[in-house]
Structures are given as C-alpha cells and as structure tokens.
C-alpha cells in the first residue's frame, strides 16, 4: 500500500506565504514524477506545478515567479514554496506522485493526497 500525505494548508492574508509539503510512503520503489495540482470551487483541477526525479520543472503560467516546487528524494517528499499569495490561489491543493511499488512492476501508477485547503484572504 501507498500513502500520500499533504500538509501546510491554512488561511493566509494576500501577499502572504506558505509552505506546502507531500510525504509518500509505503511499498515504494522509486517515484517518478511529483507534482501539485489545484482545485477551486466550481472549476477544473488544474496543474500548478510539476518536478521530475532529476529535478526538472514546469508551472502554471498563473503562477510563475510566486511559486517554487522542490522534492527530496530521499524522504519521498514535494515541497510547494508559494509568494504573493493572491485570492485566486485560493484552493484544495492535491499532490500528486507516479510511483513505481516494486522493482518488478511493469508499470508505474498516480497517487493522490486527500487534499489540503489554501485560503488567501484579507
């Protein structure tokens, strides 16, 4: 079994910070990429941002220069540093992990966090 875990979530004023994290656990072998996703209230789950297990990045055009995605692999863990925050960000925030469970896997397979709420608010 896997588990991905969210935290860091709250409500922070316009302007603000705050630092999200995603823990894997579990029967993992290696996780390919990591990411964070975004749902708001009456819209798609969009991409935020996404890294490779070498590091490479991509983001949201919405959210370029704010925010910073980085992972640990050796904790199985994603980090979302977010600046300036805006009332737009305001959000669950899902991360995501493709993870491969055992060396002998054919394939690897996406696992989702429950969730964490962002709120940006004044």
Known sequence: QVQVVESGGGLVQPGGSLRLSCAASGSIFSIYGMGWYRQAPGKQRELVAAI?????????????GRFTISRDNAKNTVYLQMNSL???????YYCNADILQTSWARKSRDYWGQGTQVTVSS
């Open 52 to 64: 490779t297990r070498g590091g490479s990045t991509n983001y949201a055009d919405s959210v370029k």
């Open 86 to 92: 805006k009332p737009e960000d305001t959000a669950v």
